[in-house]
């Protein structure tokens, strides 16, 4: 089945303990993104990836690491967690780096930090 | 920057009615696509329609269509005979090119089915 998958699906940690969230997409997929949801923000791009060893910042990018070593992998790094990272996380792919048919979106992280 | 509005966070419909979520857009490109996305409780992302803009006619899905009206910059999402499934947020989406490609949302709707 041709989809996104990320881990875990719910994470709580403790501030400063540095944690990983993964995202692989087995649809050959050349771009990829994160984002995060947040109440009465809607959705905000972190980082994104047209290829791979090839990433860029979005819209929200402070705290976070990613990187794209193999095209199906684009982890997701916290190297010290605060409690505004407290959020929900999707990754998103696309075949076409132009997303003209929009993104397929990972099942998401509830991430809380305290 | 390109930014999405979705002005009401809340609607609530009775089922087997219809219902109108609306979405307006701030853009100073000439081409570009919308979409609207669906996210029941299960959080999983959903595309339910795809909107282009150089095209005039809107897009259709089944029970699910698009108002678009380009000059007003607004894209607005009807669903008839409204289904207790189609309880979820609903997050409008612009494609921008300018600067990074990237899908820019609004904060969402989230819409209660009445039985």
């Known amino acids: 089945e041709a989809q996104v998958t990320q881990n875990p699906r719910y994470l709580i940690t403790v501030t400063g303990k540095k944690l990983t969230v993964t995202c692989s997409q087995n649809m050959n997929h050349e771009y990829m993104s994160w984002y995060r949801q947040d109440p009465g923000l809607g959705l905000r791009q972190i980082y994104y990836s047209m290829n791979v060893e090839v990433t860029d910042k979005g819209d929200v990018p402070e705290g976070y690491k990613v990187s794209r070593k193999e095209k199906r992998n684009f982890p997701l790094i916290l190297e010290s967690p605060s409690p505004n990272q407290t959020s929900l996380y999707f990754c998103a792919s696309s075949l076409s780096v132009n997303l003209d048919y929009g993104y397929t979106f990972g099942s998401g992280t509830r991430l809380t930090v305290v | 920057a390109q930014t999405v509005t979705q002005s009401q966070p809340e609607m609530s419909v009775q089922e087997a009615e219809t219902v109108t979520l609306s979405c307006t857009y701030d853009t100073s490109e000439s081409d570009y696509y919308l979409f609207w996305y669906k996210q029941p409780p299960s959080r999983q992302m959903i595309l339910v329609i795809r909107q282009e803009a150089y095209k005039q006619q809107n897009a259709t899905e089944n029970r699910f269509s698009v108002n678009f009206q380009k000059a007003a910059k607004s894209f607005s999402l009807k669903i008839s005979d409204s289904q207790l499934g189609d309880a979820a947020m609903y997050f409008c989406?612009?494609?921008?090119?300018?600067?990074?490609?990237?899908?820019?949302f609004g904060q969402g709707t989230r819409l209660t089915i009445n039985p």
């Open positions: 989406a612009y494609r921008t090119v300018q600067g990074a490609q990237k899908l820019v």
